[in-house]
Structure formats: C-alpha cells, structure tokens
C-alpha cells in the first residue's frame, strides 16, 4: 500500500505517527477549556489524515485516525491504556440480559408462533436455538437487514423471553438497576465531558450543509485548495444510466464506472473527481445535464475536501461510539443522556432529535450508521428507551412527512424505527395515552391525502405520478397504526379509554372519506372509454383490513368503550346518510297483503358504490354487541330505538345488487375494472371487512324488521317486484319470444336473489351472530375448502383469511376435520375431508366462488354415488341463531317467502321452456330443505309443553289463496316429482319429502298439533316410486360410471405423453428392445462362460432387427447394409472427478492419450436408446435445421436445444440429443482369423509385440526422413528385418458399408468436438483417443452406479443404458477402421510403452498417474492395428487376454504401491492362505525394487485385502466392456446382487482366482517389469511423500452434505460476502452441491468473462467445477438451480420440505424446512446418471418461459 502514495503523503504519515496519544490525553486532562481543545486537535488533524487523494485508502485512514484520534480519546475516557482500561470496565459491567443483536441482510430469523406477541417479535438464529421456542411452532425467515434479536425483551414473549445464553439469574433480578453504579465517579465525568464533545461534533459535521465552508471551530487559517466532485444516491436513476453517465462526465472506464455506482448505491454517495473547483465543476454539470432530460438531475456536489474529510471522520466516530458503548451498559447510559439532552435552542434541540430530523437529508450511509447507534444504545437501554420513544412520538409527524417525500426505501429513513418502539405494548400503550399516537398516526395519513371529491371522499382518480408515489409512501403509516394495536390491552384506565375513543374519533373521520368513495354508474349504450382507477381505493382498503378488525378487537375487550364506538359509529353513519330519504316520494309495496313504503332507487340507473367502511364497522360492532351480550345487559345504554332497519341494510343490499346484476350480465360495458372490484370485494384478503361484513349488516336489518317487508324491499332493490307481485307475470313473460335476453336475466337475478336469503339464514358461524366459537368458523371453512377437492397446506392456508399475525387458526382445528396423506419423491402432502364430515357441506356456503361451487357439487354427488347414496345435497344442520339474531329465521316462513317459492315452483311445474331456471328450482328447494332442518330442530329442541311457532311444514300443506287458488308447494313437489324433466333433482325431492314425514311424526308423537291434510298420499307415493326410482338410479349409476370411463379414457390419452412421460418412455423402450434381439439371451447355458481370450466362449451370433422409429420400417442389422444408429448425447464431465481444479488449458495442444486417475475430465456418452435409419436421422436433422434458421430469422428466440451445435430431440422421447451412435455387430468376430499356429505365452506375445513396434517406428521414421525418394523407402524397408509373418504394407478391406463407414466418422467426430472443445476435424490423430476414452469413461459411471446402488453388475440394466453401452463399445471398436493405420499404431505403440519401455518413448507417464481401465480399453481397441498385418497366426483374443493380465497386473502393483497404507492394527497370525502369501512375496519384490523406500510389511491379510478390494472396480468395469464387446452372456451368478462375485468375475474374465498367480506364471518378464514401473522417478518422489498419487478403491463423488435444518444454510450464507466487492453481502448467494462453494450470483461485481461473454458467478463456476454443467442451491430462495452451458438452465424443487410435506420455493411461507433425504439422493442421482442436461432440456420443453432467462448472467 505505501508504493502507492506519494512520497508528501508519506512524509505526512510519519510525523502522524510520531503522535502520542497518552501525551495528547494528558494536556486534555489538564484543559480548562476542553471543547476548544478537542475541536483544535480534529481541525488540525483530520485533514491530514481523511481524504488525501481522489480515492480513500480505507485501512491506512482507519489506522491513523485510530492512532491520532481515537487513542487520545480512550485514554482520556479510561484515565490510563484503554487495552487495560477497556477490559477493566467490562469486568465491572453487568450485562443487560437483552440480545440486540443487530440483523444482517439475508440473516436468519426466528419468530415463535406460540409465543411471540406478535410477529414482529424475532429471534437471532443463536438465541433461537438456545431457547424453549425450538421446540414451538415457529416460523424462519430471512432478515431484510437492520431490526434485532428481541431476546431478552419480556414484552415480546408470553413464554420463554430468554434463551440460555441471556437467562437472568433470578437473585439478581432488580429491573431498574442503574448501570453507573458500576463505574467510578471519574470515569462518568470523563466518558460524559468527552461523549459529549464527540457526539455534538459528529453530529454537526453530518448534518453540516455548507458545501465550501466548516464550522468556524474546525475552520484552520491555511487551506488546500483541493474539492470533491460528489455525487449521491436517489432512487430514480437506474444502474445502468448513472454508469452510463459517468463514464461521459469523468472520463472513466466502464469498469470503473460500475465501481463507483455500486459503492453509491451503497454508501449513497461516492467522490467520482478530485481537483481544484472548477475542474470538479465541469465534471458536475455534465451529470447534472445528461440526467435532467426525463427526471431531476443526480445530485451532485462540489465540496470542500475539507469537509468530506470530517464527515468521514464523525461517520468513524459513531462507530466507535458504538463499540465503545459495548464495554459497559454505563457508558452506553452516559451517551444516551448526552445525546437526549435538550440543546441550548429548547425542545426538539437534543442531538437525537437534530439527527432524526435531518434524516432525509443525509446520505444513506451516514443514515445507517447512526440508526445501528440509535439501536445498540437509546433501544437496548429500558429506561431511555421510553424517552427515547417520546421523542419519537413528538416528532412523529414531521419524520413522516420527511419520509414521504424522501426517495429512499423505508429501510434506510429513520421513521423506520417505528416497528422496534410501537410493538412494544407498554411503550405503545404510554404513547398513546401521554401523546396520543392513534390520533397523531392517523391525522397525519390523512393530512397526506388531500384529494377529496366534493361530498369529501378520497378521490384518487386523476392522481400525478408523484401523488401515486406519495400515497404508496404514505401507506406505511397504517402499518404503524398495526403495529399500535397489535399488542390488545388488559387493563383500561380512563386515560386509555379516552384517547382510544379520541383516536377511533379519528379513525371514523378516514372511514367516513372512503363511504362511498369511488361510485359508480352503470354504462348504457356505449362502453365506457376509459377504465377508471380503482385499485388505489382497494389498496386502502386492504392495507386497513386488519386495521379495522383490530379496532373491533379492542371495542371487545372493554364494555364502556364497545357502547362508546357504537354510538359515534352509528352518528357518523347517520352523517353519511344524511339525505337518504330526502328527494324523491316514497313509494308503497304490496304483496300478500302486506305492505311497506320505500324509496325510489334502481342499481342499475343510479351511482352505487363498494366502499362501505362505516356500515360495515357498525356491523361488526353490533355483533360484538350480541357476542359480549353487552345488549342484553345495557339496553338502555345503547342508541338502539334511533336504529332504522332500513337505512342499514340500504346500501349493503345496494352493493350486493349490484354484484348480481354484474353476474347477471347487466354491467357488462363497465369494462374490467368493475369485474376487479367484485373479485376483490369477495376475495379471502378482503371479504372479511366487506362482503361478510355486508352480510351481517342485512342479518342485522333483517332482524330487527318484518321480514315481509324486508323481502318486498329486497325484490324492488333486485329489481324483480313486478315480477312477483303481479301474478300471471310468468305466464305473460313466457309468450314474449323476443325478450330473450331479459328473461336471461331476470333468471340470473332471481336465482341471486334466493341464494341472498339462503346466506341470510344459512351464515351463523361469526360467533356473535350464531351460537358458535372461533374454531366452528374456521372449522366449516376447512370443511368446505376440501370439499372441492384435497389440498396442500399452502393451498389451504391461502383460501382462509389470514388475522394481523398472519394465523388462520387452522392449526388447531385441522386434524378434527381432514386426514392427512404424507407425500411421495414428488409432489406434496395433502390433507382429505373425514368422511364423517361431509355431513356438513353446504351447497351454497357463501364464500364460495361459482368455479369453486360447481367443483364441489360435482365432488360431493361422485362421493355419493361412490358410497351407494343418493345424490341429494340437503342443507346441513345449522347451530341456533345468537338471541340478538334469532328472529331472521322467520324470513322462511313468511308469507312473501312462500309466495315467491309458490310462484317459482308453479312456473316448474307449467314447464314453459326458459321462464325458469334448474339453478332457481334448485335454490328453492335448498330454501325448503332449510326450513325442513330448522322446523325439526325447534322440535327436538323445544321443551316441554313449549309452542313451537316455526310452523313451515303447516304453511306448504296449504294451497294458495285467492285469486290464483294454485296448489300447495308440497303437492307441487310431488308433481315435479315425476317431471322426467328433472332427472337430476328427484334425490333433493325426495329427501325434502321424507323429512316433511318425519316432522309430521314428530309433531304426532308430541301434540295435537295441526295435521297436514296429503299426508297419506304421500307415504302411499313415495313408496310406490321407491322401486322404480331405484331402478332409475342404479342405470344412471351404470351410465355415468361408463362415461366417466370414457372420458377417463380420451383423457389419458391425450395427456399420456405429458404425464407419464416416464412411463411412456419405459414403453418405448420396451417395444423398441424387444423387437431387438438381446445378445444376452440365455444361448449358452454353460457355467463357464469366459467373456475373452483364445478359451473365450463361442455365441453363435443372433440376427438382430430393429425398427426405425421414423419411417417405422424394420431392418436387419448387418454389417454392408445401410446403418442404424442411436439418438445420443455426448456431454464432458467431471461427476467421477478427484480433482476439480484441473480441467484443460489449451485444447489445441492437449494430449488426451493417458487418463489420469483422478478422472478428471472424462467424456460421457448417453442415450435414449431410440433408433432410426441414418438416412431418416439425416433427413430430420436437416429439417430441424431449417426451421431453426427460418425462426431465428423471424424472432431471435432461444431453443430449449442449440441447432448450430448440432443439438437435436430425440424425435419420439424428446430427449436432448447431439449425435447418433450407429449399430453394429460385435466386431471382433469380423476380423477373426483362424488361428491355426499355439498362441505365444505373455513373455513371447510382449517380444513380439514389442519388435513389431519396433520395425513400425522405423518405418515411419525412414518415411519421413526422406519422403521424396520413394524408391529408396522401399530398399530401407527391406534392410529392417521384420517380424516373422508381419506385414506392415498390407491394408486390410473394410468391411462397412458407406453408410456406417459414414456414421463411424460423424460420431467420432461429436466425442472429439465435444470432449475436448474443439472446432471438429476428422482427420486429428486424437479423435480415435476420445472415442476410446468415451467408452472407458461412460463404463466407469454406470459401474459406480450400479455399486453404489448395490445393484449386480448384470442384473436388469435399463434398456437404455444396455443399449447405449453395446452400441458405443462396438462402435469404439470399430472406430479404428475409419482412421488411418499408422496413426492408431503409434498411439498403441505410445499406449504398450507406458508398461513395457521402448527406447524411443521417453516422455510417458509413470504408472501411478494411468488409469489402468482406460489404458486397458484404448491398447485393445487399438490392438486390432498392429493384429491385423500379422499373419503369424496369433490371434485377436491372444492378444486381448495377454493385454488385460498386463494391465491387470500394473493396477495391481498400482494398488500396493498406493492404497496399503492403513493397518488397522488388527493383528493377525502368520499369513496361511495362497494369496496371503503369494501377495507378501509380491509386496517384498516391490519393496526391494523401490529401494525400501515403500513402507515395512504390512501383513498378508490386510494386503490381500486391499488388493482385492482396490482391483475390484477395474474387475468390473472390464467385465462390463468384455461382455459388450465379445457379446458373451454373463454367468448368472451376476445378475444377483449380494453373492460373492469375486470368483465368477475372475472365471469370467479369464483370470485366475489367486491374482497373484499372474505374476508367478510370468515371474520371468513381470520382474523386470515391475522394476522398471518401481524405479521410475515419480514413484520414488511419491514414496518420499513429495507428491500425492490416487489411491484404490476410489470413492464415489457424493454431492456434498446438506444440514438438516434449512436455516444453518440460511445461516452460512447470511455470512458470505462478496469475494469481488470488499465485504459486501452478496445478494443471491448460491451453494455449488458439486463442491460447496458459495457464490455471489446474479450481480454485477461477480461477472466475469468467459469465452468472450460476461457470465454470472455460477456460470464461470460450472466450467472449471462440473465442465458445463452444474447443480446448485440459491439459498435465499431455497430452490435447486440446473445449469448447462452458457443458454440452459432450470430450476428444480428443493429437497428441503416442511412439515406439511411441500417444499418452499421463494420462502415465502417461512414454515421451518428440513432435509428430505430420498429427495437429494434423487438429485444426486440425476447427476450421477449425467442428466442434468437432460433434465433441463425436459424442463425448458415443457415451460417455454425457462427458455428466454439469461441463464448465464446467474
Ligand atoms: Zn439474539
Ligand atoms: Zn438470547
Ligand atoms: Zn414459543
Ligand atoms: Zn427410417
Ligand atoms: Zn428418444
Ligand atoms: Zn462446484
Ligand atoms: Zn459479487
């Protein structure tokens, strides 16, 4: 750091340094005039040491200021070395039991639901773990940052406000202990004489606004001349154009740029220029003019360096303040007197207050920095806590205003605090009886909402821009209202009740501004123009919801204050209706004989409004007024005579019209904006302050009038009086054809109508209003939820109302209602409705939706039929009505009710086409079925000698009376009983008739009641129906359960694809492998089966046809016919990686030859297994291809798969493919010879071999030493004394045909492209390496896979995979056919030199850096090369099985040299066993061959052991690449798991069981072998601990470990800062499962470039950490992130559930999440698998939308 200053500044530096703090303390303790003192030491030195230079060096400005500034005044606070002073204070202190620690952003927090007192109340992820609350129902989520930890605070718990940690010691519980009594007088008197100077200096200096001048005490006679061009946040201007800006203004790079940007958006402010003044002027007025043009320009300052330099100074002071204060709960005492203290200028003069009320005028930074202050002292102290709180509340007003017309976020402005003063209870309680803080909250919302209309309503409609910002700022006062009334009162005292009712006064003013606010008046004609503004009134009213139910909360809990709000709310509702009847003449009503008088008035001409808030307060407190039975108990104190029925119920019934008439189709030309409102207004976020409300407001009306005249004022409001009240108006109405439309609507509106009364009388579960408790609404709720179909617990929880602490109540109630069904490795948890409870379904339960109503018909009925019941959906049994309420029954039986019934069912029984409706018919019934229920309970219920009055069942039994003498309902019913018209309702019929019987029977049985007069009829009937009826039930059961076969059927056809992909695709599979004959089909039954070598197990070859799976034709598979070949997708991949750090640095150069044995860039094969002619293939790729080119050119819109790169989908699976694998026959058997001549033993094969080798080389290096003389070539190559019968000039045929020669090359060509990331080109030597390399790496991954599954090696593979590995093994070997001789010669002439050493191969690596499996693969495919010019006879399997002993034994004395380290001390006797033995020997020849450097013995045992354990995967992988390659079935021992397999898969592979024996057989070359491996270089700095080698058995990858309790990730993310950006937090911090590194995704400062383009964090992460692909966890939003490539990406569900079984993806729900172990082991699966890809290309098909997402910039 110092090279970088100048060496002025460091001069400087030194003499700052020579400053003695002590020193500089003790002439301050000597002064008489300390402020002076002080303020002279700051003027002259902070200057010096801040803002030097145009960038700050943070780490020396913090040392110096430490050593020059701060020290002086430690020393001076302590009286001696604050390193001794500060511990000494911190011993004395006794520390206060509250957290307080204060949250980070993405942080962890806890809040119990049990305990907490309200939401607001959180924990600290320590104090959490640490408390009673672990074990509670408790809710996480994360920290928005700022806010702390309540622990401690026993106002924020009912229980357990202590965690372990803070636990007080109960002796020594005095609450109001002063703090100072722990310090020394002197002490105090320092820390206050030096606090004071400090906090007034910072806090001057912050909110200093000249820009050119300091204060005259820090003012110094000599200045520089040396300015600031600053520049500050606001939130208007985006990233990109304050980037864009400064790189014109300041000249600087775009990276630069987005350096200071960031630092702005996160400091608030950032010099961009340094220079004399006019230099930073010029810079600011080119800001100031490029950002004016559409907004207010950036703001810019030119300051002083002076100043900035003592700004950044107070900023550090507060800090340390801050960190001082932490030494003793005395200091952080004496600070908040000081800072509290009343200024010189009177009230609001104190520097708390200065801060606070120039809170908008600072920058963030500053901002932040002294609310943490304000938190960590004036909050975490009890007593200044509650002076503190005054303040606040004095200021309340004025902060407020600041804030909303400030511009940045509430986070960052000091009316933030709100939340951590107004939840607590004592405090909020003290503020609003000494400051009246309801009053104030709520004056101050409406002095910031002026626009009234003329009636003085809230008027948002024609709101600027600014006025709509204004007013979502606005609205965080009703937040702070919530936060007031969260915690409810235990105790009244007079004060409270009369500021209560003060601030309710108030409230009632805002509810009166929006009584009939936005009206409305429905369009006629034309349609409306424009769609009016209605979502700010709905906005209100949501965001008061909880409001106003908190008010009533309140009303509950007090008798005087509940009679109080009553009446004013009642008042204030008169005010509104002031004019109600006035205007128009009354009109009169008639019906029945009776007869009422009302207003003039039509919904549907006239303005109407939704916004009722008064009527429905008034509601709600009348309920509470039944509720608390205050209405029995002071009548006479309540205004009840001034009530007019009504005048309530008029505008409720006004708004539920008019939601008919919307559904009726009146209001169509009122746009969408209307059809909104009617959502909301029955919507779960709002109804329970509107549309319920509305309902009880006409329950109430309904209960205090004649209900007679109630229904003739409900049908002139519905419009629908000259219907009903004249006659024959149905009859007349059905002749007039014409008016279709009108009858239409009137039957709506009818229908609407009968389902009002039905809620009227149904609706008793609001405890108040029936004779219920909270848990029977929320229980009916939950019954009629499921009763549409099972849901999740989210689903659930978001279709009941949620109260102010986000509690349904559901918990409780859940398990008496609904089962519930734990979820499988996909999908969720459900809860069922109990049987028992479907009982209580209501059809016409009013909080369901039409959609949600039908549904649960249609599910109710199938339940029905499915238990054998008949169909009917009877009203269920209603609890009683409370006594305030008890008269709304009689609506049922009132005279105008059975009129309209009559007149309906008379229309039903005429049957005239559309005069009626079903739904009509059917509500009526439903309305008969009610009063059925309710004549029956009176019944039940009345005591002795009682008169029952509820006398309906007399009522139906009687015909109409005069003039139209139609029959009674109960013989109407029984005619419509027969109508074949009404199939569907004859269930619903018979059951009201049945119970019309039985409460004749019980009206018998009891008295000499009235007797019916049809009764006999009845019975007579319905049994003869009976029979028949059955008969017709049980064909219609027959039929329906056929049609909902068949369309079952047509259904899961058309969704087959879709939802049984999986399924779907195992079918093809199936289908497509059968008609492929398996080559290991049992054709030997032989237990020998031995899969290679001369004795290798003869097949007769099976003929193999397969079908094409897009022409559809079938074709053998033959060698000179025309391929087949396989859909696949070659991918690079680092799943079996033991080192990730390693990926290949030039492509263009890299040697892919030898694998390393830590796998650390493999090349992995997949396929579908689907298989297509080549030429059929070729012809839809091509197509493809056209397409993608005529749409790119149409719209540049990503493709789930990426064309240019040859990516395709499978035709029939749509699996992402890009190449095809052709089909071949097991090749060997093509280039077997008869072997004639005795095969050579390992030590003559390796002479031969090796001298073949040899004459090779010299060939080729006699070729190119002299290319031009041919002749002489020739002559040379006579000289060379070949091999006896080798014949390097003889080329043998190649027996493919064009069209596979042809597919040879393209396949080989994609593994080369794709493995190494190379421009494709066939004729690279390196192409054949890759195909080999392939096939080696795609056996290793199944093999681990299989292992890890415990699964046999031979067992039922997919078909898929036995598909893919067949064909890409015989494809690898054959591969050499294609390629140039010499070439694939030399690389088995460099292959064979790596075990057996050549002269002229120098340069190879030594054997503990080969994987032995891939080296055995690449020597036997390329073996065929050196074979195929020998005509000695050796044979192919010869050399195949001396190749594999070889190779075999390397890995052996791989293995010893590696993996022998560990003893595990278990003594065993002497070594008896032959491999025990053979095994030891072996050891000691290695011992002695290394030079003893190899460790002493271990025993025979424990080596034999490791032997066999170590070779055991190479064992496997080559059975697995013998059997495909030679197509000899494995013995069936292997298809079981668990058997000892060791000895089967030695027979098989031609080994002898003792491994060791290898080497004794060939003692005689294999020793100078071995010495040859041991004596290499590598070996010995391995054995001499300078180098790592791989050890065997390697151990699978495994994604990493994931806790078990979600928020320790949270946790552990919450700490991780951006590596780029100094210690800021990231903001998408990401977890790579793969390795477990965080990242800082998604952002700006962690982009960086790869391959030419800026990718995010986890995009670069994929390229060295997975080659491409990756698979990570985005912890903030707990969701499992897919990447692929730069264009490909998914997200997929977490393996993290609650307890209800569903995951949380965005964790909104905040339910505590834990590990779901299956479901990780399914991602970990498709990673093993390599189908990541796969699986996002599945994805991004299925969402077109994964698609566009820049996945790269994640
Ligand atoms: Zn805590
Ligand atoms: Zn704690
Ligand atoms: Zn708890
Ligand atoms: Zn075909
Ligand atoms: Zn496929
Ligand atoms: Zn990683
Ligand atoms: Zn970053």
New binding site residues.
Partial sequence: MASELEPEVQAIDRSLLECSAEEIAGKWLQATDLTREVYQHLAHYVPQIYCRGPNPFPQKEDMLAQHVLLGPMEWYLCGEDPTFGFPKLEQANKPSHLCGRVFKVGEPTYSCRDCAVDPTCVLCMECFLGSIHRDHRYRMTTSGGGGFCDCGDIEAWKEGPYCQKHDLNTSENEEEEDPLVHLSEDVIARTYNIFAIMFRYAVEILTWEKENELPAELELEEQSDTYYCMLFNDEVHTYEQVIYTLQKAVNCTQKEAIGFATTVDRDGRRSVRYGDFQYCEQAKSVIVRNTSRQTKPLKVQVMHSSIVAHQNFGLKLLSWLGNVIGYSDGLRRILCQVGLQEGPDGESSSLVDRLMLSDSKLWKGARSMYHQLFMSSLLMDLKYKKLFAIRFAKNYERLQSDYVTDDHDREFSVADLSVQIFTVPSLARMLITEENLMTTIIKTFMDHLRHRDSQGRFQFERYTALQAFKFRRVQSLILDLKYVLISKPTEWSDELREKFLEGFDAFLELLKCMQGMDPITRQVGQHIEMEPEWEAAFTLQMKLTHVISMMQDWCALDEKVLIEAYKKCLAVLMQCHGGFTDGEQPITLNICGHSVETIRYCVSQEKVSIHLPVSRLLAGLHVLLSKSEVAYKFPELLPLSELSPPMLIEHPLRCLVLCAQVHAGMWRRNGFSLVNQIYYYHNVKCRREMFDKDIIMLQTGVSMMDPNHFLMIMLSRFELYQIFSTPDYGKRFSSEITHKDVVQQNNTLIEEMLYLIIMLVGERFSPGVGQVDATDEIKREIIHQLSIKPMAHSELVKSLPEDENKETGMEGVIEAVAHFKKPGLTGRGMYELKPECAKEFNLYFYHFSRAEQSKAEEAQRKLKRQNREDTALPPPVLPPFCPLFASLVNILQSDVLLCIMRTILQWAVEHNGYAWSESMLQRVLHLIGMALQEEKQHLENAMEEHVVTFTFTQKISKPGEAPNNSPSILAMLETLQNAPYLEVHKDMIRWILKTFNAIKKIRESSSTSPVAETEGTIMEESSRDKDKAERKRKAEIARLRREKIMAQMSEMQRHFIDENKELFQQTLELDASSSAVLDNSPVVSDKTLIALGPAKTQISEQRQFVT??????E?EVKVEDSAMVLAAFVQRSTVLSKNRNKFIQDPEKYDPLFMHPDLSCGTHTGSCGHV??A???QRYFDSVQAKEQRRQQRLRLHTSYDVENGEFLCPLCECLSNTVIPLLLPPRNIFNRLNFSDQPNLSQWIRTVSQQIKALQALRKAGSASDTASSKNVEKVNELQLPEGFRPDFQPKNPYSESIKEMLTTFGTATYKVGLKVHPNEEDPRVPIMCWGSCAYTIQSIERILSDEDKPLFGPLPCRLDDCLRSLTRFAAAHWTVVSLSVVQGHFGRLFASLVPNDSHEDLPCILDIDMFHLLVSLVLAFPTLQCQDFSGISLGTGDLHIFHLVTMAHIVQILLTSCTEENGMDQENPTGEEELAVLALYKTIHQYTGSALRGTPSGWHLWRTVKAGVMPFLKCSALFFHYLNGVPPPPDFQASGTNNFEHLCNYLSLPNNLICLFQENSEIMNSLIESWCRNNEVRRYLEGERDAISYPRESNKLIDLPEDYSSLINQASNFSCPKSGGDKSRAPTLCLVCGALLCSQSYCCQTELEGEDVGACTAHTYSCGSGAGIFLRVRECQVLFLAGKTKGCFYSPPYLDDYGETDQGLRRGNPLRLCRERFRKIQKLWHQHSVTEEIGHAQEANQTLVGIDWQHL
């Fill in positions: 094409c799976i897009l022409c559809q034709e074709q297509m002619h030429h059929c293939w």
